[in-house]
């Protein structure tokens, strides 16, 4: 395996992994995501097997002991497995992350105090760089799930939201609603929740011009359009669910 490194936004790197065993023959990418600044951020920490790829595609780009911010979507092994690896190599790095996942996991399992954020709060970066927290609730999983906005160049860090299978380039302005609707149908990897649809279609406002997937492209254009498709895929779920139905 190699991480292959592509500038997706503005400063915004992305560090891609593709793993052609899992859901083959298709195969399936981990992406993490580097927002440069003055207070270096990475959106994801990557699996702990993975952290030395991570670690050397990072230090293409910075040394790793710059890093100062450490965010997720939620506390799940291929987003955070390699959380402390991290805070050993950069001593000024600190996760952060929305209440219930500092409260519930990141308290006992970070091996530095984590920086709660609360929803809609902002970290400054600098050189013009700012990200802004947002609570997702168990969308696409998970309850102490969120997602991140960079300001400046649009970009949102969707988490797990738009997940698809393959290898394809790292920024698309292709679909990545339809594949993600097809890997739903496989994985079957969302909660479903019955606000679901309003959370996502909620993030339209920001109208991202950048999304930054964790599992498939990146993708470039009319995002609040995709978010809003995505959103509908979901009512239409929850809606046709037996329990719905009676």
Known sequence: METRIAEIADGIYRLSTYVPDIAPPAGFTFNQFLVMGDEPLMFHTGLRKMFPLNRDALARIMSPERLRWIAFGHYEADECGAMNEWLAVAPDAQVAHGQTGCLVSLNDMADRAPRVLADGEAIELGRGKRVRYIDTPHTPHGWDAGVMVEEST??????????????????????????????????????????????????????PRTLALMHGPSFAGDGAGALRALADDYDRRLRSRPSAAA
């Open 154 to 207: 649009g970009t949102l860090l969707c988490g797990d939201l738009f997940t698809q299978l393959g290898d394809g380039p790292a920024l698309t302005q292709g679909d990545v609603v339809g594949p993600a609707i097809a890997a739903e149908d496989l994985f079957k990897y969302s909660s479903l929740a019955p606000d679901m649809g309003a959370t996502i279609r909620a993030l339209a406002k920001y109208s």
